[in-house]
DNA sequence: TTCGTTTTGTATCGTTTGGTGTAAAACGCT
DNA sequence: AGCGTTTTACACCAAACGATACAAAACGAA
């Protein structure tokens, strides 16, 4: 019930005991920062809290502890940073969903102010803590899931040729994205990405 | 003078002391597929020499310390289980050459008993030891640098069309490659990173 | 056997890790 | 003002981290 309670923003609840002195939103902004450029295990509690600019027990109190609050940037990292993802796969045809989503992982690369590559790459591909390990590779499946159901939907409009198949092309639609994350991390520019998704375009079936 | 002679496994030098109980060579090998399944930061060191079956002492009187054990490693690595990116590049058509890494970045995937995905991916792509990233970073660089030359022969010998980039084509094949370890860390078979090379071979250049 | 040298095993170093106990501070309510 | 409640700041915890000191053990040479 309690628990339930927790995270409810809600306007009219009255305010009990003393307020707190930060925005946990902004919070979560900056932690996000630390796991992305670090990973689960190179972002320590205390470069979180300092980046966060709070103490331990407001972190704990707000977060649960370094898992719950890697989870809880995970969801934050996917309906901001990742926002464009969405939007992309509402593009009207096949082919715009794709080359919207090499787009957004190229405009990534030249965001200012963010880590180079993509944070359900960098977060905790290998990592002694399995649970952030699972945690990332659950979104990166999830991320799979939803373009491939976009591109079976587009076979079904005849969108696809006949003979193309949803499933292999969001494989390698996201392996190519990922690929992507894994070479800005290692410092490619935007122009290169933009390359390199010119010419993973030519692989897309014709019709 | 007394560091060049490291690592010289000269048969006539006279033994000086009691003799190493390990091979070094096997030790490397244990420790590689730790830091390969758990990264640099995930790798402690008692995993490490539990797994190397050797005690600490040893671990750095043989390797140095952590860091220095991370780059021997990483040298293993690339002329141990990716000796076949080498051999790939003396293909008689860059067509073949390209085959031949995705060929055997999907190998990888089934090699029993080695971690899934690369360990220049997975290593420390994102990770709070700025040395071992710059290190598999370096890596990488390298590996990309040497296919590129391999293409930039290619077009010199008419193997690719007068409007083919290598430099691109070779940033496109190392892209895939490192998402296909992406996907493969994340549990794809062998045969989903097979069909995922098949389409990436769509976009090559026909002549 | 004794000496010089190197490795081995144990025990430990100081530091950092993730995680808390506690009391003062800051609010709404009465 | 005083109470109940929650957050804050400071201190601290046990455990794990990377890295060593030290003495016994195991060799070749004399």
Redesign the pocket.
Known sequence: MIYLLIGMKSETA?????????DPDVALDRAMHVFWAKGY?G?????LTRAMR?????L???FG???QLFGKVLDRYISGPLAWFGKALAAPKARNVVEQIFLGTGQMAEEAGTPAGCLLVQGALAC?NASARKEVAARRTAAEAALRRRLQRAKREGDLPKNADPAELAHYVMTVVRGMAVQSAGGASRAQLHRVAQIALRAWPKG
């Not at 009255?14 to 930060?22: E, K, M, N, V």
């Not at 709070?54 to 407001?58: A, D, F, W």
């Open positions: 009255a305010q009990l005991g003393r307020p707190r002195a930060f295990e972002a320590s509690l205390s470069n709070i103490n331990r027990p407001s704990y109190a707000a502890n370094k898992e002694g």
